[in-house]
């Protein structure tokens, strides 16, 4: 009877590390809930990508716009390429970082789940606890590597600026602007839903509930992390 | 984002609420937030009307001194149609049809007993609201309302002082849109979720009735849509703000240089009618699948050719994406550009023309019932077809530049995207009253209110047309200037007496809405005889929906006259068919 208890919870752990695992046999309300969860996140990260879609073309479309030069009377291209910081360098290491631990996180937050389940259902035969010492704190790790790399957005920012390069000066200027901005609020979004979930395992919230959120954060997470490598390469093709 | 993973949790039984603030006010029961909706798209309804009736007045006695407003002068006219406009189409025909009804009804026809995301779908709401709240603000702040129109093009819409109202007014206007948008956001997520996670056991896509179809498409082409608006109205409200040039070029007003330069106003066109014309369907798509469901309960007969039009409402949705240019023929496009959106356009009208002739089909010698749903159902097809009629005019580049700005764009947008989808929220009152409040509504006020509505609007737009074919052009507030005019004022004057009465007829509407709320006759639990899960349950009915237990579905939606069945309908719940007929 064990053997089939934990056979389930292994295949629940395997739905949430991405395997092959069958949601015939989890709980399941926990399996339904992951997969609404997850169809969720994919509807809305969609609308995300109409977002940066439309910044793009605009982009696009912008840079490659002559206009009109008063004192000549003739179209010019008006697009300062832009002398970008290299400090951006560290912060996209520092984002590639996180979503390592991201990821590490989501699979704790599954084993633990996973555990829960084993304990739950094996709490007559066994009375062997999960074992707390070593666990690392990946969540948390997370955000503050979330909130590093916002902060040193923040300092590219300062940079730009003391080039002389703020937001109206140059479309070039105006375009790195919004779209760093839209990102970085993106990624607080992320980063207030890890301190929720990090503050949910303090608060002894269900391990399965956690296991959804962070678990759905980690795609989102991923998600982020890529967008900030296409931002860098659509501001970098402008070289 | 974040809320929505948190929502998940509440998914799947929240308790019914005790308190009156979470009953009533931050209620997570999607029946609750649809009539939410519902009410906001009343109230926003009949501040957009006053507004129309002003222009009308505006029009024919333009010196006028009326009570309260006082002389309505030429930029207070423009304020009230960017207002007019803005409010009927974001307020009332996006949030009445998906918001109201859809919210209510489409997890009861699929068998579910919430949406996938309650708390995400009272957020949604309330953003709404709360944009709703803002537009309305921008009457009282100095400057009064924006000037430039619902589509806000720049330079006008971009420039602080491009004219009164484009100051915090237009600020106003554009943060309203961009809380719509993260609101129809939200709610495109959770009708998604809904529909592709919730449905009962046996509910297949392909036994949807047609109404979920259209939310289901409807909400699709709001997540694509609307993230659009909102990025445009980003870049919208940094140019007037923060000093960039993303729209607007080199300008000089009153002599004076702007302070831009390179901008190009034809990006914010191309980015919000990537949107807006998605957006035109987004408020005729939930009307058309009422309409398919009405004229099939009421004519006794299965609806003629399911599937067509479930594949024809998808390749409209898809079309959608694919014409936004013939809103640009004016802005100097390419003729082989033109040429390409002209075609794509013409193309709609092939699926639009599949499904008039499956209603025409559905109808065809059936048992026609004549009640009050069934007559804005057949409304809706007349005016479809009368509003439709003019669309392939307008898709030709050539014709397009000598009608475009005209009243001829006014009359066809009116009638088939304002009046049709109105009388399909008409229909849609009338129809689920009885399951939302237990009572009907009284049939002959509803039959006045029909033929006033019917007469009174055709009245009004169709002759638009004829105006906009002699060009007449739209957004001018006063006709006794120019002479070339002077010889349509009487037409404007006809136009603007059926407006009074076509609005008077509206609160005879509004009286019997209310006056049945509390007097109406008892509603049976299944008062039309139809056959798709909502009339199963209690009415109004309970908080989960079905009372504990989770309907099974065995039927397609549209079985009626069964051949052999002891009723002439069998409900989607009842035992399956037989196989045979």
């Known amino acids: ?239 | 984002m974040a809320t929505g993973e948190f929502a998940a949790h509440a998914a799947h039984a929240h308790a019914a609420p005790t308190s009156w603030i979470r009953k009533y006010v931050f209620s997570l029961d999607h029946k609750v937030i649809g009539i939410q909706y519902y009410f906001l798209a009343l109230t926003a309804v009949f501040v957009g009307m006053i507004l129309s009736l002003l222009m009308r007045i505006h029009l024919i006695w333009p010196t006028a001194t009326l009570p309260f407003l006082g002389e309505i002068k030429p930029e207070t006219y423009l304020s009230l149609l960017t207002m007019h406009g803005t409010i009927m189409v974001f307020f009332v025909l996006t949030t009445a049809p998906q918001g109201g009804f859809g919210n209510y009804f489409l997890p009861i026809q699929i068998g579910a007993p919430d949406m996938a995301f309650p708390v995400l779908n009272m957020l949604s709401f309330w953003v709404t609201a709360l944009a709703f709240i803002v537009m309305i603000a921008a009457f009282f702040v100095v400057g009064g309302a924006p000037l430039h129109g619902w589509t806000g093009y720049p330079p006008l819409s971009a420039l602080q002082s491009a004219g009164p109202g484009e100051g915090l007014g237009a600020d106003l206007w554009v943060i309203s849109i961009a809380l719509f948008c993260l609101g129809a956001l939200m709610s495109a997520l959770n009708f998604i979720t809904t529909t592709l996670d919730m449905r009962a056991k046996g509910m297949t896509m392909m036994r949807m009735p047609l109404t979920c179809w259209s939310w289901f498409i409807t909400a699709i082409l709001g997540l694509l849509a609307f993230g659009v608006l909102l990025s445009a109205g980003i870049l919208l409200l940094l140019d007037r703000n923060a000093g960039t040039s993303f729209y607007v070029p080199l300008v000089t007003i009153n002599g004076q240089l702007a302070g831009h330069k390179g901008g190009s106003p034809l990006l914010w066109q191309h980015l919000f009618w990537f949107f807006g014309h998605p957006e035109v369907y987004i408020a005729i798509l939930p009307a058309m699948g009422l309409c398919s469901q009405l004229l099939s309960v009421f004519s006794r007969k299965p609806i003629f050719g399911y599937k067509a039009m479930v594949y024809a409402m998808l390749s409209i949705g898809f079309l959608g994406f694919m014409v936004w240019g013939h809103h640009m023929f004016m802005s100097g496009m390419s003729p082989y550009t033109a040429f390409a959106f002209s075609v794509m356009t013409m193309a709609i009208g092939v699926p639009s023309a599949i499904k008039t002739f499956n209603w025409l089909g559905t109808i065809w010698r059936g048992r026609l019932r004549f009640t009050s749903p069934m007559l804005f159902a057949l409304g809706f097809v007349s005016l479809f077809v009368s509003g439709g009629i003019s669309g392939p005019f307008l898709a030709q580049p050539v014709l397009d530049i000598q009608l475009h700005d005209t009243y001829f764009v006014v009359g066809h947008f009116h009638l088939i995207m304002g009046v049709a989808s109105i009388f399909g929220i008409f229909a849609a009152t009338y129809y689920w009253f009885p399951k939302m409040f237990g009572r009907m509504m009284n049939e002959s006020l509803a039959r006045w209110h029909f033929f006033i509505s019917l007469i009174g609007t055709y009245a009004i737009f169709m002759p638009m047309h004829y105006l906009g074919m002699a060009g007449h052009l739209r957004r001018y507030s006063q006709l006794t200037e120019l002479n070339y005019l002077h010889g349509l004022v009487p037409l404007q004057t006809f136009m603007t007496y059926a407006a009074f009465v076509t609005i008077a007829g509206q609160f005879i509407f509004l009286f019997n809405l209310f006056w049945s709320m509390k007097f109406g006759k008892k509603a049976s639990d299944n008062p039309w005889e139809a056959t798709t899960i909502e009339w199963t349950t209690t009415t109004p009915p309970p908080h989960d929906n079905f009372g504990g237990h989770m309907p099974v579905v065995n039927n397609g939606p549209y079985e009626y006259s069964v051949p052999g069945a002891p009723r002439d309908y069998v409900m989607q719940t009842d035992p399956p068919l037989a196989k045979a007929h």
């Not at chain 1, 951006?88 to 979503?99: K, R």
């Not at chain 1, 303090?202 to 956690?210: D, Q």
């Open chain 1, 1 to 239: 009877m064990d053997l089939i208890t934990t056979t389930a919870a292994v295949d629940a752990a395997g739905v949430l590390l991405g395997g092959h695992g069958s949601p015939d046999h989890l709980s399941a309300d926990f399996s339904a809930r992951l997969r609404r969860a997850r169809l969720g996140l994919i509807v809305a990260l969609t609308g995300v990508v109409m977002i940066f879609v439309s910044f793009s073309s605009a982009y696009v479309v912008r840079k490659g716009l002559p206009t009109l030069d008063p004192q000549s009377g003739t179209l010019v291209h008006d697009w300062l390429p832009l002398q970008l910081p290299s400090f951006l360098l560290v912060n996209t290491l520092v984002l590639l970082v996180s979503t390592l631990t991201m990821e590490l996180a989501r699979r704790q937050a599954a084993r633990e789940a996973l555990a829960t389940e084993i304990s739950r259902s094996a709490v007559a035969t066994t009375s062997t606890s999960p074992k707390e010492a070593q666990r690392m704190p990946w969540l948390a790790l997370t955000a503050v590597l979330g909130l590093s790399f916002l902060a040193g957005q923040w300092l590219v920012w300062r940079e730009l600026a003391a080039s002389g390069f703020y937001v109206s000066t140059n479309p070039s200027s105006s375009f790195f602007y919004l779209l760093t901005a839209t990102h970085g609020i993106h990624l607080l979004g992320g980063i207030l839903t890890l301190i929720a979930a990090s503050a949910a395992y303090f608060w002894r919230r269900l391990a399965e509930s956690r296991a959804v959120v962070v678990d759905i954060t980690a795609w989102y997470w991923h998600f982020m992390t890529f967008l900030w490598v296409y931002i860098l390469c659509l501001v970098k093709v402008a070289h």
